[in-house]
């Protein structure tokens, strides 16, 4: 079996489509599908059902999927060890971050990293923590700077580098701006536009209301931190931002309540980190505000 064909199988599955897939692997769908049917012809079975624009795993597909995983983190593991031998940082650096880390946290890291280390093949992907949380425990990417879940994952090394201090916030209009102080059991008469309740966040979030025994209003939210932002900004109820992002288009509203996230670095207890991730993690470090 050839490596570019468990890739662009891989491709496939994840992202459903042909057509998906060859953009994510900047291939023409022709080679995509090429690559699959040489594939489905080596092992003499149907990998995928087409049905229209439908395309699913068949049991043999499905059975492929974890082996295909395995084979590729092998081989990049076994690469990454030889580079690691040698001390050359090179090669492709897989990294995961959110939308809203990759926006007001990384550019200045990101810049010097690339004019210090020029030979590194940047793989960056933009997804919410938690969808990146999962992909590094199944060791699909190397590692991913992200909202730190409140429990460390078994399979997990997760490092703390940022402190995350949020704020309770509204628009200039709104009702909740003209009181000088505003307790909990007070914002919760008003509708809140928040980050979905499964996301950290939206858990931290919830979790402090909920020792006060107070339920939330929440009839609109989003995971989009930028998004939830302007929809305050134009007076649809309260949320709760980093301080980072606060500036005249909101109000902070003074709470008795201290709330903060932590944003930090994860990579899989069993997958040695290439040199190239060892130079940008020790980079991070050197912006932590966290001791």
Request: aromatic share 4%; glycine share 6%; charged share 25%.
């Amino acid at each position: 079996m050839e490596l570019d064909s468990l890739k662009a199988f891989l491709a496939v599955s994840d992202c459903g489509s042909f057509s998906h897939a060859a953009d994510r692997l900047h291939l023409t769908q022709p080679a995509v599908s090429k690559r699959i049917a040489l594939l489905e012809h080596q092992l003499g079975c149907r990998l995928f059902d087409r049905i229209g624009r439908t395309v699913t795993l068949t049991d043999s597909g499905e059975a492929l999927v974890r082996r295909a995983q395995m084979i590729l983190q092998q081989v990049e593991d076994t690469e990454r060890a030889i580079r690691n031998l040698t001390g050359q940082i090179g090669g492709r650096l897989s990294i995961a971050t959110s939308h809203h880390i990759g926006l007001w946290r990384l550019p200045a890291v990101l810049r010097t990293y690339i004019e210090a280390h020029p030979e590194v093949s940047l793989d960056l992907h933009f997804m919410d923590s938690e969808v990146a949380h999962e992909r590094i425990v199944q060791g699909e990417l190397e590692m991913a700077i992200i909202t730190l879940a409140p429990v460390t994952h078994e399979r997990l090394i997760a490092e703390p580098i940022w402190r995350d201090e949020l704020a309770f916030v509204c628009a200039a209009r709104h009702e909740l701006a003209a009181r000088r102080t505003v307790s909990l059991a007070e914002l919760a008469r008003y509708p809140a536009i928040l980050p979905d309740m499964t996301t950290f966040t939206g858990r931290i979030v919830k979790g402090m209301f909920e020792q006060e025994d107070l339920k939330l209003i929440t009839g609109m939210s989003t995971n989009y931190l930028e998004t939830i932002k302007m929809l305050i900004g134009v007076g649809l109820g309260w949320s709760v931002l980093p301080k980072t992002m606060i500036d005249d288009d909101v109000v902070v509203l003074e709470i008795d309540a201290h709330i903060e996230r932590t944003l930090g670095v994860i990579h899989h207890v069993n997958r040695t980190l290439s040199n190239a991730g060892e130079a940008f993690l020790e980079m991070l470090r050197s912006t932590a505000n966290i001791s």
